[in-house]
């Protein structure tokens, strides 16, 4: 990813707080996206490139993708007829663009580094690492835990939207997607919503990382036990778009390393 889609990815996730958050919730989140600006500017959305949007800045674009995929579902599950009154368009961008905070890591430790396992890199595609000295936290637990840290609160609905975002995929979820009983069924389409949104965010970056590539017959006899590398664009080397692009960033830390993709 060069780096003025990394930097425009940014101005349209900080933005989305912008727009959609209340003070004081604007403020602390805003602080907090300062504070760790460089390292989520940065991330991968997940540590294997089989797996979607596993480059540099993948992340902010995925994040990115979901809140456009919530909003669109918002309007989409309105006009069907749901009852969009059980939840504010606020706990929708704030679910959407806190899902996989957890990803982050913690305080301290950054959950993904790159990998210097070359051989499982090239055999299995991990481009990435877990770093083993983060102790073990779900994913959305994470989430919830860095924002409550940081003194940004959250309502009861973007809890259960943030813990349930994997919907069924994961098993933990049952207790609150799979209840039988009316009254144990969320009050609220918010999960679902949030949940679809982040899955057809995943299978729209499957489909722009794979597809193009399944146009070419996999080569024979090749080692790798994957179909080949990202396809992301080589970094482009410094522009004169990309000095102008640089030049509006504050956080001097995300300039440098920006500018030295
Ligand atoms: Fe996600």
Redesign the pocket.
Do not use: E, P, Q, T
């Given at each position: 990813m060069v780096a003025e889609k990394i930097q425009s990815n940014w101005l349209e996730f900080t933005g989305y707080i912008q727009d959609h958050i209340q003070s004081p919730r604007k403020e602390k989140l805003l602080e907090f996206y300062e504070k760790y600006g460089e390292r989520i500017a940065m991330m991968p959305?997940s540590h294997k490139k089989e797996y979607?949007n596993a480059f540099v800045g993948g992340y902010v674009d995925?994040?990115n993708r979901?809140i456009r995929c919530a909003l669109a579902l918002h309007k989409t599950w309105a006009d069907m007829g749901a009852d969009i009154t059980t939840y504010t368009k606020e706990e929708l961008v704030f679910s959407a663009l806190n899902?996989?905070l957890g990803?982050m890591g913690d305080e301290q430790h950054e959950a993904y580094l790159p990998n210097t396992d070359q051989w499982r890199k090239e055999k299995l595609g991990e481009e990435w690492m877990f770093n083993k000295a983060l102790p073990f936290a779900s994913v959305p637990d994470r989430s919830l835990f860095m924002l409550q840290s940081h003194g940004i609160s959250y309502s009861f609905n973007e809890m259960v939207a943030i813990q349930t975002?994997?919907g069924l995929y994961d098993e933990a979820n049952k207790k609150y997607l799979m209840g039988y009983l009316p009254e144990q069924k969320p009050r609220t389409s918010l999960p679902f919503i949030i949940h679809q949104a982040?899955l057809m965010?995943?299978r729209i970056e499957f489909e722009q990382e794979w597809l193009p590539k399944f146009q070419n017959p996999v080569t024979q006899g090749k080692s790798s036990s994957t179909l080949g590398t990202n396809s992301q664009k080589p970094v482009t080397k410094p522009g004169a778009a990309k000095q102008k692009a640089l030049s509006s960033v504050k956080s001097e830390g995300l300039k440098s390393m920006l500018d030295n993709l």
């Open positions: 959305a979607h995925h994040v979901v899902h996989d990803k975002h994997d982040d965010a995943a």
